[in-house]
């Protein structure tokens, strides 16, 4: 065991920025009471910048990896961007909810402070090269959302979306841990590169014995992989959260986890297990083709808003896994992690515009709730369209280019079935997607619903600005991929 030198600490800085926002936070609140919740969001969002400044300036550009921390955590220029992106995507989830946050019974310190603990869990997952560091930041990130999603005790549907998050959650962990401790008894060792070093030689010499107890092992880490991601047949939770949780909450939980439990994908099943691609390839393949099935023929028959947005979200998860599915080779799934951190901000901005908008001093909830909208509120009725012609996969938006790079991947990589049934499955999504279209900009607004827009113009400039993002990588998506 190597000393540890300076260069670990620099390594998780930002972990270490956000740790000591934390117990800023929790000190204010103790020494003050009284604190205002004003000074504790400004703590938080700068904590934030700076752990994204670190990343820019401490994480390597290229790909090569480098270790810390005894080979506990490695570093790279890909998954620096995917904190980036992380991190990019809770501060904006932030700047959408303040104005919100005393309507949903969330003007609170702990608010905050389980906002971040789950942050600092991501980017330890992301980094993590072990076993251990491995569930480690995914109960970090994990725990503090089940607390989120039941934070508004007093509302039912919450605290019932939270008992099933936990106890779904809670089963998942269960089942991924014991499979990490059956590929632990395979590699005997908690580091992904000597695993996947044991796994290559037990494969070239054909030990049946060790072969089955991997493909055993690697059945319960892709159930637990598919629950965090919330694909079917383990996305019971995700329709219900997304409804029930306050809606700050849910936008959080449906954006930047998915890019963690991508990273975390890739460190199981394409590190740990590259050696035995065959055998977990086939369990992907039928959660992705359920995923494409469940996901948008459920959501045709939704009204909520919200819970559309829910089963839309089990099918984009598909597509991310599509996306790790096809990698034939070591090199990173671009791809995949090039979705997932569009359909972040995608879905980011879907929430902040839930937010923005009120009908009778509520947030929206029903699709019907936007009847007349975009006669009344044309600018912002335009961006919502545009939210939704890029979930739907049509050009020139993001959401066309991250489906386009997935199904050709996946198509040079010889599996041509899952890119006709991906196709097939998009082309039912876009209903749902333009019937909110429709119902904003065609259908005659209620003469009862008094239909207002949140009145803080620095979430209206930021939202304008998501949006803008998502045209612009749908024309250069050079600038991220």
């Not at 991190?87 to 971040?116: R, W």
């Not at 269960?174 to 590169?193: D, P």
């Not at 992690?337 to 929206?364: D, E, P």
Request: charged share 10%; glycine share 8%.
């Amino acid at each position: 065991m190597s000393v540890l030198t300076s260069m670990d600490f620099i390594a998780i800085l930002p972990e270490i920025i956000l740790t000591v926002a934390v117990v800023g936070i929790l000190l204010l609140e103790c020494i003050s009471k009284q604190s205002r919740i004003m000074t504790i969001h400004l703590v938080s969002m700068v904590a934030i910048l700076a752990a994204f400044v670190v990343l820019l300036t401490v994480v390597p550009a290229g790909t090569e990896p480098l270790y810390f921390w005894n080979s506990e955590i490695v570093l790279t220029g890909i998954n620096g961007q995917l904190k980036s992106a992380m991190l990019l995507v809770v501060l904006l989830g932030l700047i959408y909810s303040f104005p919100k946050l005393s309507e949903t019974n969330l003007d609170h310190a702990e608010y905050y402070v389980l906002i971040l603990l789950s942050t600092i869990g991501m980017l330890v997952l992301v980094s993590a090269n072990t076993l251990l560091m491995v569930y480690l930041g995914l109960e970090l990130m994990s725990l503090p959302m089940y607390a989120l999603v039941a934070f508004n005790r007093k509302d039912g549907k919450a605290t019932e979306a939270a008992m099933k998050y936990f106890v779904m959650g809670a089963m998942a962990s269960a089942i991924l841990l014991f499979g990490m401790a059956l590929l632990y008894g395979v590699g005997q060792s908690l580091n992904l590169q000597v695993i996947g070093q044991a796994i290559s030689s037990i494969a070239s010499q054909n030990f049946d014995q060790s072969i089955m107890l991997l493909t055993f092992s690697l059945v319960f880490i892709v159930v637990g992989i598919a629950f965090k991601l919330g694909v079917a047949p383990f996305h019971a939770w995700v329709p219900d959260v997304y409804e029930g949780a306050p809606a700050p909450v849910a936008m959080f939980i449906g954006a930047a986890p998915k890019i963690a439990a991508m990273a975390m994908g890739y460190s199981m099943l394409m590190v740990a297990g590259y050696q035995v691609t065959e055998q977990w390839q086939q369990m992907l393949a039928i959660v992705i083709i359920l995923s494409f099935v469940i996901g948008n023929f459920v959501a045709l028959r939704q009204t909520n808003l919200r819970r559309m947005l829910g089963y839309s979200a089990v099918s984009h998860a598909g597509f991310m896994l599509l996306g790790l599915y096809a990698g034939n080779d070591l090199n990173i799934p671009a791809t995949g992690y090039f979705y997932a951190i569009t359909y972040a901000f995608t879905t980011i901005a879907a929430f902040g515009f839930i937010l923005l908008v009120n009908k009778n001093g509520q947030s929206i909830s029903e699709i019907s709730d936007l009847k007349g909208f975009g006669r009344q509120h044309g600018y912002l009725g335009v961006l919502m369209a545009l939210i939704m012609l890029s979930m739907g996969g049509i050009p020139p938006f993001v959401g066309f280019v991250a489906k386009f790079f997935v199904l050709e991947n996946a198509y040079q990589s010889g599996y041509g079935f899952l890119v006709i049934i991906g196709l097939l499955a998009s082309v039912v999504g876009l209903f749902y997607y333009l019937r909110v279209i429709k119902v904003m900009f065609f259908d005659q607004a209620d003469d009862n619903a008094n239909i207002t827009i949140t009145p803080c113009y620095g979430s209206q400039v930021i939202f304008s600005a998501n949006v803008f993002l998502l045209v612009l990588l749908g024309f250069v998506p050079t600038l991220l991929i």
